[in-house]
């Protein structure tokens, strides 16, 4: 099962896909994720992206499309990917499916999170992510503390593209580049709305009703 977890920036996909990593014993991809280890390596394709990522534009779709083949490819995932947020264009859907075509697997479902706005500034503005353990907190809706998190207090970093004027750049990318894409899914019958607004835990079980809906 190839899942494709679709929505705004700040619209909860990574914690969802961490959940159904978990329970599904998938293996998530998040090209956001891909691409700040390239930068933290500093990699000749993290140099190159650096100033791109920090204004909220989107990268290039052959430094994308490179990242993604190399998963794909890769038998030890073979039909077990969640991505998340990918693809984020109509080429890179394409792009998608002719890959997933060539190595012989087939996208299972896009779920989509719907979440308005104003929510969206509050959960990125707030958003901390630890850079030991990678756990994503929100010092308005979900702040970190010893009883949810075994790191020290100190490895809670924040993104340099989750700044306001950056975070409205990057809905507004979200509006007029990725959306689109949601024609093509629903053309292809494999479209499912969440309300991304509800509980963590809420929006989980409505996804675990729609992945074993799909499985029998
Ligand atoms: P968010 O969904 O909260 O914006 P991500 O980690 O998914 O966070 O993406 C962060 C940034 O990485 C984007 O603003 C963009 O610059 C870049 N990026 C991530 N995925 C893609 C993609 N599929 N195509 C182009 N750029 C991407």
Redesign the pocket.
């Known amino acids: 099962m190839n899942i494709i977890l679709f929505g705004?920036?700040?619209a909860g996909?990574?914690t969802q896909g961490s959940k159904i990593v978990e329970k599904f014993n998938l293996h998530k991809v998040?090209?956001?994720?891909l691409?700040?280890d390239e930068i933290k390596n500093n990699t000749d394709i993290g140099n190159e992206?650096r100033s791109?990522?920090d204004e909220?534009?989107?990268?290039s779709?052959n430094i994308?499309n490179d990242l993604i083949i190399k998963v794909i490819s890769n038998k030890k995932f073979y039909n077990r990917l969640i991505f998340?947020?990918?693809?984020?264009?109509l080429n890179?859907a394409m792009n998608l499916d002719s890959q997933i075509r060539k190595y012989k697997q087939k996208i299972s479902c896009v779920l989509s999170l719907n979440v308005d706005k104003e929510s969206i500034i509050k959960r990125?503005s707030g958003r901390q992510t630890c850079i030991n353990c990678g756990m994503v907190f929100n010092e308005h809706y979900y702040p970190a503390s010893n009883k949810n998190h075994a790191c020290d207090p100190k490895f809670l970093s924040k993104r340099t593209?989750d700044k306001k004027n950056t975070i409205q750049h990057?809905f507004e990318?979200y509006l007029n580049k990725t959306l689109p894409i949601l024609d093509y899914y629903k053309e292809q019958n494999l479209f499912h709305q969440i309300n991304g607004i509800a509980e963590i835990d809420q929006i989980f079980e409505e996804i675990c009703r729609i992945l074993a809906s799909l499985e029998t």
Do not use: F
């Open positions: 705004p920036p700040g996909k990574g998040s090209t956001g994720d691409l700040r992206i791109l990522m909220g534009s989107l990268i779709d994308i998340d947020g990918y693809p984020r264009n890179q990125i593209d990057r990318t």
